[in-house]
């Protein structure tokens, strides 16, 4: 059974998805790492096929294996972008 906190969070996540279709956003909710890696592998990508993704350095997606995943594919060229170059420091 859900804890109260978690029944929470789920029903503020489908409002958040809702509001934001409404604004005609595409809207895709991961349950952990793994899926969010698949959504992103096998649907963000491909409908939008980039040519290049910026990257500030976020743990979390290299915690994913989107990192290694992206870098490694010859077709997306993977631009980090540190927040030194950013602010120009």
Known sequence: MDSP??????????????SLEANNFD???AQ?????????LNKIIPN????????????TFVA?????????NKKIRVKVILINEYLGL
């Open 64 to 72: 994913t294996g989107l990192y290694d995943e992206l870098t490694n």
């Open 32 to 40: 952990n790492a793994a899926e969010a890696r698949n959504i992103v």
């Open 5 to 18: 906190v978690d029944r929470f969070w789920q029903i503020r996540l489908a409002d958040i998805k809702l």
């Open 48 to 59: 939008v096929a980039p040519k290049s993704i910026s990257w500030g350095g976020s743990m």
């Open 27 to 29: 809207v895709f909710v």
